[in-house]
């Protein structure tokens, strides 16, 4: 990938030494420049705790969501909260120079850093107030929250769920990187160490670690240990450790790597599919009281996907062996097409032995009496986790076809695990594009000139339609089996998972901060290329 960068760089050198390319309104560049800052010092001095933050706030700042309602005292890990945040403020640095960035970025380091555990990894929040004030947000917002289960009990431990650990590490890479700060390393080593500590031998991760069992609800077991595909858990690893081996340079980390992707081919059942967990003996198991032990045609697409990767990775065949049976699988589980809807081509759940569809369906009003359960009825589902899934089996078809041709010379060509020279100017650790998050599009003025103008004269981009949730106000008392909340994301007054607010509220919007701070800078980066494109040479 290296040498590929270093070619497409290249050639767009030689590319902008001749032609021009179009100038951009400087006012408007600098009009972009003002707006972020602007934006940034309400986020970095008003709406920041500690230098972390969370998704939505009030703007009185009297409430505030992360996933789920977060007390004054936390700050939320996982997109678009904390990390997310460090990222965006590293790429407005490199955008425009600006310390006030790098500074925001510190903070945000900082505070990602209080809150690692001293195994090393991190969990979805982070309390200031500390395990006493934390154990009370489980035991009764988190306690409460009917469809997010993972926040029902207190563990103690570390997540990898939702890229939360591996993009907190990742972001501390950056950080190290950006200036080789060495005030950043021990943090990260701790990180990465946790990382090739969790590890399983057949290479393989947990969603939780270090390892606990203590969670069994409603009769089914703690899922937390099981070796985990969902939210690309193992992928999320074994890319973050690619990534050390890229910068870092160290052969500690090839091994690892080496596991984690070989565990793709050992887990792969004989008619082609995976589930999201497996067991510790390799069988296919169930997670969330709404996640049957079952195979998924989404998470099939994406681990296949993958092995074709692997393949550009190491050049070894085995990659690519069993991926047409990946393929004939999802073949054979598409829906029939009056079942398909929006695009949505398989089900989410497919019965192991049988492939009839399964659906997930709820009774009840709250958690405390309500419940999962699991049929072939394609009625009344779930609001909250979609019945069907869009897989685009063609796509994986064609990238077989075409990556399967090539030998395996051609193939790792761009390998990162590739033994060769590095070739490109300076050093890799000022090389690697570390932030997966950056967009890749050209703005356009219009856009530009409307997000200037929507920022209001606080610095703040305020956004309706919030993701909120009922306040905390006890347990359920309602046990009558109801079919009213079925396909609602929210139960009763006692739910207090998040819901859309449907009213003209307006709120503080971490995420919409984000998008609108990628888009100007983007715009800003490509002014100030154009500038240094277009300026009269001094020869």
Known sequence: MRQFLIIVCLFLLTLTATIQLPAQDNKLVTEAEHSMLKATKFMVEK?????????????????????????????????????????????????????????AAVKAAKAIIWGQSHEGGWNYMIDFAGDRSLKQWYNTIGKNGWRLEEFQHYYGNCTFDDDITSDAARFLLRMY????????????????????????????????????????????PDYTSYYTFNDDVIWENVHFLIQCYQVLGEERFLDPIRRGMNFYLTSQDACGAWGYQMNLSLETAGARTYEPAAFMPAPT????????????????????????????????????ANEMEGGRTHPTFVEMGTNKALYVHRKGSNVKYGYYYTDYNKEHLLGHYNGRRHVPVEELNEAYKRISALTPEEATKDSPLKVAAFAGDSTPQKFYDLNRNTYRFSPKEAD????????????????????????????GQKQEPTDEFASTNVG??????????????E?????????????????????????????????
């Open 448 to 475: 530009v000139k409307e997000i200037i103008q929507s920022l209001d004269k606080e610095g703040r981009w305020l956004s309706k339609h919030a993701m909120i949730s009922h306040p905390f106000m006890g347990d």
């Open 507 to 539: 709120y503080i919007s971490t995420g919409d901060y984000i998008r609108n701070m990628n888009l100007l800078i983007n715009y800003v980066k490509e002014g100030k290329t154009s500038e240094r494109t277009n300026k009269p040479s001094m020869k």
């Open 301 to 336: 697409f994406t681990n296949a996907m993958l092995l074709l990767k692997f393949y550009e990775y190491t050049g070894d065949r085995k990659f690519l062996t069993h991926v047409p049976d990946a393929i004939n699988w999802l073949e054979a589980t598409k829906l029939p």
């Open 492 to 505: 009763d007054e006692t739910d207090t998972s998040p819901f859309r607010d449907p009213s003209d509220q």
């Open 47 to 103: 709406a920041a705790t500690n230098g972390g933050y969370v998704w939505y706030y009030m703007p009185d700042f009297s409430r505030k969501w992360g996933e789920m309602e977060a007390y004054p005292t936390m700050i939320w890990l996982q997109h678009p909260g904390t990390v997310s945040m460090g990222h965006l403020f590293l790429d407005a640095y490199r955008a425009t120079g600006n310390e006030y960035y790098y500074e």
């Open 177 to 220: 990187l950006e200036k080789m700060d060495p005030a950043f390393k021990p943090a990260l080593d701790k990180a990465i160490d946790f990382i090739l500590a969790s590890q399983y031998p057949i290479g393989g991760w947990p969603q939780r670690f270090p390892l606990k069992y203590d969670f069994n609800k409603q009769g089914h």
